[in-house]
């Protein structure tokens, strides 16, 4: 791999004005794609195949489009002491009424007060009208929820306390907002305070700009021809950016450690490719099989996710194996400073220390991780997201809990299909009426035709209580007529979730195994993929332990703006398994490659850990700085999906870079001593793959002729470099 890399580098950078050009043409041409093509995207989350998405598909085409279509629960509540009944309340609420009938996209709006059909709290303190649409959530546009906002602030001027909550409300992912700005900039410092140059830190972070550009460009061209989730583009943008400072941050530093070797710039940079490269590829890899593994659990919009964002990453280790070079080469020398540092001292004394204190330092390692990961013990999981504190969707929540129960804003709904549906209707409300947690039922609501029905069930307790996750099963249970389906929001929730909880452990053991038997392949060993995968398992129990402390218990959530609290959505944890394994085996590569190549020369163990260490452990840190930085920026200003998995990831990182990767990994490897490196003879047969470049070392490539024109100005002579 390495010698094929070498070769690749070798021509990236001797024909840089074509590879240049091409990644260029590429950015723009799927930069007009995404601006001329691009189709929205869903905020909403359903398996095909379930039975409440089943069932809303019915409810559809015997209702219309209306009843399965996105909703608005406008809620009214009458100053203390009168009621909503009173002839002048029940005038203002008839008057926004009207006026919510009106609005553009808007099919349906109820009266509260209809006799027919009566939505008044049962001490006629609060009502609430529904306001249905025709299209589902992720179709409303931002001026028709701006118009529904607009009505409620006007409805508030007689006098009622009037708010607005439901599914239609919620704003899709936003991309480029002015904390993502700020991450970027942070990366920019952090690349110059490492290379020591601003033009290098420049180049660097611009092209990884160029392939996360073509990447999320690419996804949101796909928009117009696929449905994919709202998440999905910036999920990429966040994973992509990170991934492509990081990956080019380490071709860059090995470019500059060859040029000062005496290479010349085109040989340096073709070596870089060959050794750091073939450490990129690796660990671009393991993170594109971590994700593409999130299809093997059947979940679409969870395939649709992993496989974009697995496309971002191919294209963020293509753009650092030949634009970064190619860049390079047009750059020459002055991507070193003009004055180099000193020796690291620092890092040769952190890993001497954690290597003769290896006992110490494994145990503080693992009992500091393992206290943070108390929480994940604890951790919920919905897929119902909660309204940031203050919003008029937490307060039209907190009215209907209040005056209604908890039940009544997310109802449970029993379609009854195909002959007889009315009368067989009847039947099931009469059985679910009884059933523990059951609070009201409404009679069987038939279908134009009469082929269908609907019922609605009021639960005793909210949507996320155990006890209406039982009431589901129950009613499921016990209802055994196949023509019948529970649904709605909170039963699409459960179906969810359980599908996602009952994936986690088989998807974590594919990608744990796939990588564990790649790892062995790059270190030929057993125990450096051993003590990688246990390192892992640290980092995700501490990154899930933190992110429920903040977002289920509270604890400094204001810290992070984190805008509501209670249980993780259910689609974070696989998402969050699936990226922080990838990114952390990342770091075990690009660490241990370097300790690795250093055992190959004849190092002993302990040395050959504080000599790779010392090579890489600065970068190492920078990169996880980085991302760190790129991760944490989306958390304050993120929607309420992205916002627990990008805490998760920032602090995942941190975690593993600076405790599992600067300490428990050397300290463990330090007490193995040289069986860290052993593989059983029934193993040798295995194919080597060359990530420190052992192959140019032993064939040493083809000098590099002498061109026969003048270098140009900012290159400097070999010598030259060598004598610095």
Not at 283 to 308: D, H, K, Q, R, Y
Not at 601 to 615: C, K, L
Not at 686 to 699: M, Q, Y
């Amino acid at each position: 791999m390495a010698t094929l890399l070498h070769r690749l580098g070798l021509a990236s950078v001797r024909h840089r004005i074509i590879v240049t050009l091409a990644w260029l043409l590429a950015l723009v041409a799927v930069g007009v794609g995404a601006a001329t093509l691009s189709g929205s995207t869903a905020n909403t989350f359903s398996i095909p195949g379930q039975e409440s998405t089943t069932a809303l598909d019915l409810m559809k085409d015997k209702f219309g489009a209306a009843s399965a279509g996105a909703t608005v629960q406008v809620v009214f509540e009458a100053p203390a002491g009168q009621k909503v009944t009173d002839p002048a309340n029940a005038a203002q609420i008839a008057q926004v009424v009207g006026n919510l009938g009106k609005l553009p996209g808007v099919v349906a709006a109820s009266n509260p007060l209809d006799p027919q059909a009566p939505a008044v709290s049962q001490d006629q303190g609060a009502a609430y009208s529904q306001v249905s649409y025709g299209v589902q959530p992720s179709e409303v546009t931002d001026d028709q929820r701006a118009a529904v906002l607009s009505a409620v602030d006007a409805g508030r001027a007689g006098g009622l306390t009037v708010e607005a909550r439901g599914e239609a409300l919620s704003n899709p992912a936003d991309i480029g907002g002015a904390s993502e700005i700020l991450g970027v900039v942070v990366a920019l410092i952090v690349l110059a305070l490492t290379y020591g140059s601003l033009i290098a830190a420049g180049m660097n972070l611009l092209t990884a700009i160029v392939g996360v550009g073509i990447g999320a460009a690419g996804i949101v061209t796909l928009t117009g021809f696929v449905d994919l989730q709202s998440t999905t583009p910036i999920l990429a943008v966040m994973l992509g950016l990170a991934v492509g400072i990081d990956y080019a941050l380490f071709i860059v530093t090995r470019h500059r450690h060859e040029l000062r070797r005496g290479l010349d710039v085109e040989a340096a940079a073709a070596m870089a490719v060959g050794t750091a490269g073939a450490a990129v590829v690796t660990a671009g890899l393991t993170v594109v099989i971590a994700l593409a593994g999130l299809s093997v659990v059947g979940i679409p919009f969870l395939s649709e996710m992993g496989i974009a964002a697995a496309a971002t990453i191919v294209i963020a280790v293509l753009v650092a194996i030949t634009l970064v070079p190619a860049i390079l080469g047009f750059i020459g020398h002055r991507v070193l400073p003009r004055k180099e540092r000193a020796p690291r001292g620092f890092i040769s004394g952190w890993s001497n220390l954690v290597t003769g204190q290896r006992i110490l330092s494994l145990v503080l390692a693992v009992a500091a991780l393992a206290v943070i990961a108390i929480p994940f013990f604890s951790m919920e999981t919905t897929l119902n997201q909660r309204a940031a504190e203050g919003s008029t969707q937490a307060k039209a929540q907190a009215v209907m809990d209040t005056r209604f129960g908890p039940g009544v804003s997310n109802p449970l709904l029993i379609l009854v299909d195909g002959p007889n549906a009315p009368a067989r209707a009847a039947d099931v409300q009469k059985q679910v009426a009884g059933l523990p947690d059951v609070a009201f039922v409404t009679p069987p609501r038939p279908s134009q035709d009469q082929s269908a029905a609907l019922i609605t069930i009021i639960p005793a307790s909210g949507p996320e209580d155990e006890k209406t996750v039982n009431l589901v099963n129950t009613i499921r249970d016990q209802v055994t007529d196949d023509a019948v389906y529970v649904t709605g929001n909170t039963a699409v929730s459960i179906d969810v979730s359980q599908k996602l909880n009952d994936a986690l452990p088989v998807y974590l053991a594919l990608v744990v195994g796939l990588a564990f038997v790649l790892l062995v392949l790059v270190f030929r060993s057993l125990l450096v993929p051993v003590v990688g995968v246990l390192g892992f398992l640290l980092t995700i129990g501490a990154a899930f332990g933190a992110t429920v402390a903040v977002f289920q218990w509270g604890w400094a959530a204001a810290a992070v703006n984190a805008g509501s609290t209670g249980p993780i959505l259910s689609l974070a944890p696989i998402i969050i398994v699936g990226i922080l394994f990838g990114l952390a085996m990342d770091y075990q590569v690009f660490l241990v490659s370097r300790m690795h190549e250093a055992h190959a020369h004849g190092a002993t163990p302990r040395d050959a850990i504080v000599t790779g260490f010392r090579q890489a452990a600065p970068v190492v840190v920078a990169a996880a700085t980085i991302m760190f930085a790129v991760f944490a920026a989306f958390v304050p200003e993120g929607n309420d999906t992205i916002k627990p998995i990008a805490f998760a990831l920032a602090v995942g990182i941190a975690f593993d870079a600076f405790i599992v990767r600067m300490i428990a990994v050397p300290a463990a490897l330090a007490l193995l001593g040289r069986s860290a490196w052993w593989l059983p003879r029934w193993l040798r047969w295995l194919p080597e793959l060359d990530v420190e470049g052992a192959a140019l070392e032993r064939k040493p490539p083809a000098p590099v002729p002498a061109p026969r024109h003048a270098a140009p100005e900012n290159e400097v002579p070999a010598d030259t470099v060598a004598s610095r």
